[in-house]
């Protein structure tokens, strides 16, 4: 029964992290979960709470199925600056593709949509991007140990500065922003530390959600 019972919390969690994924936050209700899941509103809450806590559970599901993983592939790969490069590569197909149905990354629409009226789970957003951050830091000190990046750049900082990148791009997206318009904004945002395009290499990487 117990592992039947986790089977069954880890794919309302699933159900409610698309729900929370397409609508956001404030316009998503525990009812509209409550459909989605086909569980009752009361053993909604028995089994996570109330609206904040279920978001919360839900967040820390995405941190950990989606983004970990990624974050993950990224510190142990043996080419680290391509990797990297290919991975805001992804991104930026993804944003670009109009028939991607792509919802963009849940941590920054979080951090986007609640930074003001829900500043605890919005922290609980930041600190996913401050994981991110933190993997991007590894990534390029690597790739200084590798020869592939100036000994003199400073990687704490170019994380950071990649991090808004990233943010840049999902909400150009949001704001129905051209291709072209992106394509640009890329050029420029990598010409900053790196002396070619992120797409001119592509190893191997899984897709990026």
């Known amino acids: 029964m117990g592992r039947k019972a986790t089977f069954i919390k880890e794919e309302a969690l699933q159900k409610a992290l698309d729900v929370f994924w397409k609508k956001g936050y404030l316009a998503t209700s525990v009812r509209d979960i409550a459909e989605a899941t086909q569980l009752q509103l009361a053993s ?24 970990s993983p990624k974050l993950s592939e990224l510190s142990e790969s043996k080419t680290p600056l391509a990797t990297l490069k290919e991975f805001f590569s992804q991104v930026q ?5 109009a028939s991607s149905g792509d919802k963009g ?9 609640l930074a003001g009226p829900e500043p605890k789970l919005a922290a609980q957003a930041m600190q996913g991007l401050k994981n991110i951050e933190d ?30 990148v990233l943010i840049t791009l999902r909400l150009m997206a949001r704001l129905n922003r051209s291709a072209q318009e992106i394509e640009d904004y890329m050029s420029v945002a990598f010409a900053q530390f790196l002396p070619e395009s992120p797409r001119t290499t592509k190893p191997q990487l899984a897709s990026v959600r």
């Not at 909604?44 to 599901?61: I, P």
């Not at 991007?136 to 990687?155: H, I, K, N, S």
């Open 44 to 67: 909604l809450y028995h089994a996570f709470g109330n609206k904040d806590a279920l978001f919360s559970k839900v967040l820390e599901t995405y941190l950990t199925h989606f983004i």
């Open 93 to 97: 197909n993804k944003v670009c593709d």
């Open 105 to 113: 990354c849940f941590v920054i629409n979080t951090v986007i949509e």
């Open 135 to 164: 993997t991007f830091t590894r990534v390029l000190r690597r790739a200084q140990e590798q020869g592939e990046w100036p000994q003199d750049r400073d990687a704490y900082k170019t994380a950071r500065y990649l991090v808004q």
